[in-house]
Nanobody
Framework: VQLQASGGGLVQAGGSLRLSCAAS????????MGWYRQAPGKARELVAT???????NYADSVEGRFTISRDNAKYTVYLQMNILQPEDTAVYYC??????????????????WGQGTLVTVSS
């Protein structure tokens, strides 16, 4: 299973960006998909998650500005980020939990992280 994230970049404060992360492989199902971020000198933190049923969870700092969604058929998760602020500057990582996949003649379940995409918000 591999994750490919895209959509990061440089944006001015108040602007918007949309991140995407696609999972590939012989995937049967994915339980939770989400985004985390790590700012320079800080610990990695949760941004938002979404379950296979569509239930979402957001960090207080992004509630109302960011929207997470997923396309189950494409095993892809999105993060629409609006009203971006300089404090949103970070490397954003997608994560998938409870990925059931077929390999070596059997089904297995595991968690995976994407490679990270940099979001820079200028003031």
């Amino acid at each position: 299973v591999q994750l490919q994230a895209s959509g990061g970049g440089l944006v001015q404060a108040g602007g918007s960006l949309r991140l995407s992360c696609a999972a590939s492989g012989t995937i049967f199902s994915i339980n939770v998909m989400g985004w985390y971020r790590q700012a320079p000198g800080k610990a990695r933190e949760l941004v938002a998650t979404i379950t296979s049923g569509g239930s979402t969870n957001y960090a207080d700092s992004v509630e109302g500005r960011f929207t997470i969604s997923r396309d189950n058929a494409k095993y892809t998760v999105y993060l629409q980020m609006n009203i971006l602020q300089p404090e949103d500057t970070a490397v954003y990582y997608c994560a998938v939990k409870g990925v059931t996949y077929y390999s070596g003649g059997r089904y297995s379940t595991n968690d995976y992280w994407g490679q990270g995409t940099l979001v820079t918000v200028s003031s």
